[in-house]
């Protein structure tokens, strides 16, 4: 059984071009909702997923529909493969029930790992770089150093608990130990 799942972003957007080419593509049912695509959480969505039963097939107007990012849709096409679901996207002809379909699919995935990869190596070298060249990296202390020197004086001298002195300072005793043991 063909199930066909539409989407649209906003409400003055309509699902009509997209449930008609799910028609026209045999689909028996169609799911369709009005949610963004960077939503995680799409019910209609779901509701398509759990209706399918293997041997099904999932079938949308466009991969951005079913997913905003090429890991999302990596994983879910992944996760309908693991049931015994295929996928079909209709614009960019993609079926996962033929051979063909599944080495283009797996290519969008090896691409996909390429990406993630080579973004992973550029934040690393762009860190190192910045480190090299004395730059602070990570979260700004939530302490200025006025502020730690006069937290190791009043602990110092034995004036304050440490939890007054936090206290006093507006930040919690983690972040006071933290800032003074840097």
Do not use: N
């Not at 529909?65 to 879910?76: D, F, K, P, Y």
């Not at 090896?110 to 480190?131: N, Q």
């Amino acid at each position: 059984m063909k199930i066909g799942y539409a989407r649209v972003s906003t409400a003055e957007q309509t699902t009509g071009l997209q449930t008609d080419a799910l028609g026209q593509a045999g689909c028996e049912r169609v799911f369709d909702e009005t949610a963004s695509g960077a939503q995680r959480d799409r019910p209609e969505l779901a509701k398509a997923i759990e209706f399918l039963r293997p041997g099904d097939v999932l079938v949308v107007w466009k991969l951005d529909r079913l997913a905003r990012s090429l890991r999302q849709l990596i994983e879910t096409v992944e996760d309908l493969q693991a049931r015994g679901i295929g996928f079909i996207s209709i614009t960019e002809g993609i079926d996962t029930t033929s051979a063909g379909g599944k080495l283009v699919f797996h290519i969008f995935g090896a691409l996909a790992e390429f990406e993630r990869e080579m973004i992973r190596e550029r934040t690393v070298a762009g860190l190192k770089s910045a480190k090299g060249r004395g730059v602070k990296l990570g979260r700004p202390s939530a302490l200025t150093d006025e502020q730690i020197a006069m937290a190791r004086s009043l602990k110092a001298s034995g004036e304050l608990t440490s939890k007054q002195i936090a206290t006093q300072l507006g930040v919690s005793r983690a972040t006071l130990y933290r800032c003074l043991s840097e």
